[in-house]
């Protein structure tokens, strides 16, 4: 039992459940936000907003928000261009092509490729398991694809560059996971994310000064209450939610925030945006998280 009478794993269970609404709203909140915002420039200003409110809580919680030495900063360089870019870059730039309920299945097939790099990487073999869940998620990946691939000209061929970069998105991000559990940057959470954050951003700005134009271009209350919410709860409340239910719960049970995410992301789009929700949605929905299991549990 902990505090207050309420048992831990419940309390982990309300904080994955808070993790999993965070993101999964985000993916919606996104697509709102890019209507007006320029893609890059959107995501520099709300990871600079993030990052201040994360070192501010690492400092309020007494953390110590320094790296220690060269290999510190080279791994939490390396965690941020694999964890980060990604998610805040590709990610979002698919938002361009993709609805947002097509784009956040295909982000969190991220579990799969990191159930299957976790081989060359960590030396773990893959198991029938786990091949097995590749391949369901992959067809579940396939299911949207599909009248991609078979459209002749026009249409949703459209859509190819936006699910090339939601799939490197979650192939990269599956990398980096890997990657930094083999050699993790040894820091606080909060500080520890707050620094791959600034690394992980440093090529969108970049890119905001390279591609972003600024002409024309009028920014509502609706898009900045959007940058808003990402910067302060779909970056800093879901990972200290995230971060708390790890601390409550055994990761394979906390994972299950990574199944609850495309859900929310794909019915919250639905109800917010009018995205479709036919057949396709949910069986692809379904089979992707299924590969996710099958891949979690091998």
């Keep these: 039992m902990s505090q207050r009478g309420v048992p831990a794993q419940v309390q982990g269970l309300l904080w994955v459940v808070l993790t999993a609404a965070c993101w999964g709203l985000a993916w919606p909140v996104m697509k709102v936000a890019l209507l007006e915002w320029p893609v890059f420039s959107f995501r520099v200003f709300t990871s600079a907003g993030g990052v201040a409110l994360l070192l501010g809580l690492a400092l309020a919680r007494g953390e110590s928000i320094r790296p220690r030495g060269g290999a510190q900063w080279r791994r939490l360089a390396l965690a941020g261009l694999l964890n980060i870019t990604p998610f805040v870059g590709l990610g979002t ?10 784009a956040a299945i295909v982000a969190y097939t991220m579990p ?17 398991p786990r091949l097995t869940g590749l391949a369901v998620g992959l067809a579940g990946v396939a299911v949207l694809l599909a009248p991609v691939v078979l459209a ?3 249409g949703q061929i459209n859509k190819l560059p936006g699910y090339a970069c939601i799939l490197g998105t979650a192939v990269l991000f599956a990398f980096g996971t890997v990657l930094t559990k083999r050699r993790p940057p040894g820091m606080p959470p909060l ?59 055994p990761a394979s049970t906390a994972a299950i925030a990574t199944l609850l995410v495309p859900v929310i992301g794909v019915f919250s789009a639905a109800l917010l945006l009018g995205e479709p929700l036919g057949w ?18 091998g």
Aim: charged share 10%; net charge positive.
């Design 280 to 297: 396709r949605q949910f069986t692809s929905l379904g089979m992707t998280m299924a590969g996710i299991v099958l891949a979690s549990r």
């Design 112 to 128: 799969i490729w990191a159930s299957i790099l976790a081989w060359p990487v960590l030396g773990e073999r893959p198991t029938a």
């Design 191 to 249: 500080a520890s994310l707050a620094w791959q954050v600034v690394f992980g951003t440093v090529p969108l700005a970049v890119g905001a000064v390279l591609f972003d134009r600024w002409e024309g271009v009028h920014i509502g209350l609706v898009s900045w209450l959007m940058a808003l919410y990402i910067m302060g709860l779909g970056l800093c409340l879901g990972y200290l939610a995230w971060f708390r239910a790890l601390r409550l719960l």
């Design 152 to 154: 002749s000209a026009g």
């Design 93 to 102: 730039l698919s938002l361009l092509w993709l609805n947002a309920s097509e």
